[in-house]
């Protein structure tokens, strides 16, 4: 398919997402990077632009449907096309379930599950419309199954997979290509706060190189690092006695 020419990036202000921007602006596409904080946006946009790419930026909360929907209009508009969108923005956070609230599971699913699909779900008729086009999500490793004091986000995150997974058996015949990126730990603002063990961690950059690589070859999913993919693989044919001792042994018997 190669690099593709107008890109859609949200919650590009940091971590993955920005890395993202960076990497396909290197690579020739103009990039429209989307997120609630505009400092952070002008100083990704100028960064590009210093080094001879392009690069636009919208100030937008995925988590609200309308402005979502707009968001991928008006790229469409502004960059006369939309090849690419790349859903990235999200939340993360462990809570032990005893002190779970309602209103910050919800506000989790607002963003990790409404905030992703909608502007993916905005850009399908843009796509069919144009009869190409790549809809990317980026999940996580987390949604492969259950793991302690992360029942919202291991929830979102499997949502989100799922939903990917249908978008490509109904628009695949279409011509238009589905990708659920599954990082694994990426060293963001994010994992900053977390206070357990992250084997295998990455930084955004490389994670960003490493999926606009195979972005290219529009690929069912992009899971990485390996020995976590192989690891959560494997953890899927645990039974439940296994996993769950194996997983709290680990995170420290949170």
């Not at 790419?53 to 609200?64: L, N, P």
């Not at 991928?72 to 939340?91: K, P």
């Not at 144009?130 to 302690?148: D, E, F, N, T, Y």
């Given at each position: 398919?190669?690099?593709?020419?107008?890109?859609?990036?949200?919650?590009?202000?940091?971590?993955?997402?920005?890395?993202?921007?960076?990497?396909?602006?290197?690579?020739?596409?103009?990039?429209?990077?989307?997120?609630?904080?505009?400092?952070?946006?002008?100083?990704?946009?100028?960064?590009?632009?210093?080094?001879?790419?392009?690069?636009?930026?919208?100030?937008?909360?995925?988590?609200?449907?309308?402005?979502?929907?707009?968001?991928?209009?008006?790229?469409?508009?502004?960059?006369?096309?939309?090849?690419?969108?790349?859903?990235?923005?999200?939340?993360?956070?462990?809570?032990?379930?005893?002190?779970?609230?309602?209103?910050?599971?919800?506000?989790?699913?607002d963003i990790n599950v409404r905030g992703a699909i909608a502007p993916l779900v905005a850009a399908i008729p843009i796509m069919l419309a144009q009869k190409h086009g790549q809809l990317v999500g980026v999940s996580s490793l987390a949604g492969r199954r259950a793991l302690p004091t992360a029942a919202a986000y291991n929830a979102t995150k499997a949502a989100?997979?799922?939903?990917?997974?249908?978008?490509?058996?109904?628009?695949?015949?279409?011509?238009?290509?589905?990708?659920?990126?599954?990082?694994?730990?990426?060293?963001?603002?994010?994992?900053?706060?977390?206070?357990?063990?992250?084997?295998?961690?990455?930084?955004?950059?490389?994670?960003?190189?490493?999926?606009?690589?195979?972005?290219?070859?529009?690929?069912?999913?992009?899971?990485?690092?390996?020995?976590?993919?192989?690891?959560?693989?494997?953890?899927?044919?645990?039974?439940?006695?296994?996993?769950?001792?194996?997983?709290?042994?680990?995170?420290?018997?949170?």
């Amino acid at each position: 398919m190669g690099t593709p020419k107008t890109v859609l990036v949200t919650g590009a202000s940091s971590g993955i997402g920005r890395a993202l921007a960076v990497e396909l602006a290197r690579r020739g596409a103009h990039v429209m990077a989307a997120a609630r904080r505009e400092p952070e946006l002008t100083k990704l946009c100028a960064e590009i632009a210093a080094s001879g790419g392009k690069a636009s930026f919208t100030v937008c909360d995925v988590a609200d449907p309308k402005a979502a929907a707009e968001l991928v209009r008006s790229t469409d508009r502004e960059l006369g096309s939309l090849d690419m969108v790349i859903s990235n923005a999200g939340v993360g956070g462990s809570t032990h379930s005893a002190r779970l609230d309602v209103e910050s599971v919800s506000r989790m699913i607002d963003i990790n599950v409404r905030g992703a699909i909608a502007p993916l779900v905005a850009a399908i008729p843009i796509m069919l419309a144009q009869k190409h086009g790549q809809l990317v999500g980026v999940s996580s490793l987390a949604g492969r199954r259950a793991l302690p004091t992360a029942a919202a986000y291991n929830a979102t995150k499997a949502a989100l997979s799922t939903f990917l997974e249908t978008l490509r058996m109904d628009l695949d015949p279409a011509g238009i290509k589905v990708t659920d990126v599954q990082p694994g730990f990426v060293s963001t603002d994010m994992t900053a706060k977390n206070e357990f063990r992250m084997p295998f961690i990455w930084t955004p950059e490389k994670a960003a190189t490493f999926v606009v690589d195979r972005l290219e070859r529009a690929p069912r999913i992009i899971a990485f690092p390996l020995p976590l993919d192989l690891l959560t693989r494997f953890a899927r044919h645990l039974p439940y006695a296994i996993h769950s001792w194996a997983t709290r042994q680990l995170a420290g018997n949170r």
